[in-house]
Nanobody, 124 residues
Framework: QFQLVESGGGLVQPGASLRLSCATSGFTMDNYAIGWFRQAPGKEREGVSCINRSGGRINYADSVKGRFTVSRDNAKNTVYLQMNSLKPEDTADYFC?????????????????WGKGTLVTVSS
């Protein structure tokens, strides 16, 4: 059973920081690219960031560049998303997902395995 479990979401004020974690099990994570996606009510699923198998290729959505940082620790089977300077428009359910081809792209259609999400709410 392949699993991805997100954690670290919560309710914060604008300007605050959160660190999301994506813990994986049931597969060899270092053979997969990992992406972060988010979806807010009434909006389509949006690619936030991705990191390839080696960590040598990383992509970010323009809306989060300079504020979010993705990293992976293959030894711990965990991928992280550090989110700084959070804005109300960052409010969404955040998901991590695995691309079995190892390709880092911000396209949810390329992902084969998904977590259940963790909710991030940014509100004053």
């Amino acid at each position: 059973q392949f699993q991805l479990v997100e954690s670290g979401g919560g309710l914060v004020q604008p300007g605050a920081s959160l660190r999301l974690s994506c813990a994986t099990s049931g597969f060899t994570m270092d053979n997969y690219a990992i992406g972060w996606f988010r979806q807010a009510p009434g909006k389509e699923r949006e690619g936030v960031s991705c990191i390839n198998r080696s960590g040598g290729r990383i992509n970010y959505a323009d809306s989060v560049k300079g504020r979010f940082t993705v990293s992976r620790d293959n030894a711990k089977n965990t991928v992280y998303l550090q989110m700084n300077s959070l804005k109300p428009e960052d409010t969404a359910d955040y998901f991590c997902a695995a691309n079995r081809l190892g390709v880092c792209v911000l396209d949810w259609r390329t992902m084969g395995y998904w977590g259940k999400g963790t909710l991030v709410t940014v509100s004053s």
